[in-house]
């Protein structure tokens, strides 16, 4: 059974740098060719797609984070991590980590990890 | 960018009919995803390509999609269906995904 799982820091100060690291278990990620997503949920609020990148690293970011989201991908250890830059309170979310069901990023997500709490505060 | 807009809320009795709308321009030319979440819980897959649905996913869930409207159907709805849904489409203009705002349905 595949599984996906968010992990990284709960709380992050005004400024700084998120980051949470995204782990498949139960599979590989070369198996069958993927990609492998980044959505966040302020609480109260509607989802929004972040970014999403391939099992070779071709990637797709919503410009509406202007620059500041990094995806990288690490099929060896069957991880990928996202990193969010200067982040202020808005960037507070669940962030969940997604497959997409195909090697198109054009695919749905069709496995997501629990979702990760990150509070942007001082 | 693209808009995607969906009822905030909507409605309906066990066992009857549920429609969910998803407007954005042209919609009917993009591939259309929906997703069903309830509190607490990651979002779950139930119909993509606009008409599909995932195994395991009841046939009482059904989509289509024309014009600037996509729908989402739950027939003989129960109250396990209660949750919000989102639909999704792949901007091809700006190489981004949308999400819609979001429609929370409520079994009476």
């Known amino acids: 059974q595949l599984h996906l799982l968010e992990s990284g820091p709960g709380l992050v100060k005004p400024s700084e740098t998120l980051s949470l690291t995204c782990t498949l278990s139960?599979?590989?990620?070369?198996?069958?060719?993927?990609?492998w997503g980044w959505i966040r949920q302020p609480p109260g609020k509607g989802l929004e797609w972040l970014g999403s990148?391939?099992?070779?690293?071709?990637?797709y970011q919503n410009p509406s984070l202007r620059g500041r989201l990094t995806i990288s991908v690490d099929t060896s250890k069957r991880q990928f991590s996202l990193e969010l830059a200067s982040v202020t309170a808005a960037d507070t979310a669940v962030y969940y980590c997604?497959?997409?069901?195909?090697?198109?990023?054009?695919?749905?997500?069709?496995?997501w990890g629990q979702g990760a709490l990150v509070t942007v505060s001082s | 960018s693209y808009v995607l807009t969906q009822p905030p809320s909507v409605s309906v009795a066990p066992g009857k009919t549920a429609k969910i709308a998803c407007g954005g321009n042209?919609?009917?030319?993009?591939?259309v995803h929906w997703y069903q979440q309830k509190p607490a819980q990651a979002p779950l897959l139930v119909i993509y390509?606009?008409?599909d649905r995932p195994s395991g996913i009841p046939d009482r869930f059904s989509g289509s999609n024309s014009g600037n409207t996509a729908t989402l159907t739950i027939s003989s709805v129960e109250a396990g269906d209660e949750a919000d849904y989102y639909c999704q489409v792949w901007d091809s203009n700006t190489d981004h995904y949308v999400f819609g705002t979001g429609t929370k349905v409520t079994v009476l």
């Open positions: 990148i391939s099992y070779s690293g071709n990637s």
């Open positions: 390509d606009e008409s």
């Open positions: 997604s497959r997409h069901a195909g090697e198109y990023v054009v695919h749905p997500s069709d496995l």
């Open positions: 042209n919609i009917g030319t993009k591939s």
């Open positions: 139960g599979g590989s990620m070369t198996t069958t060719p993927h990609f």
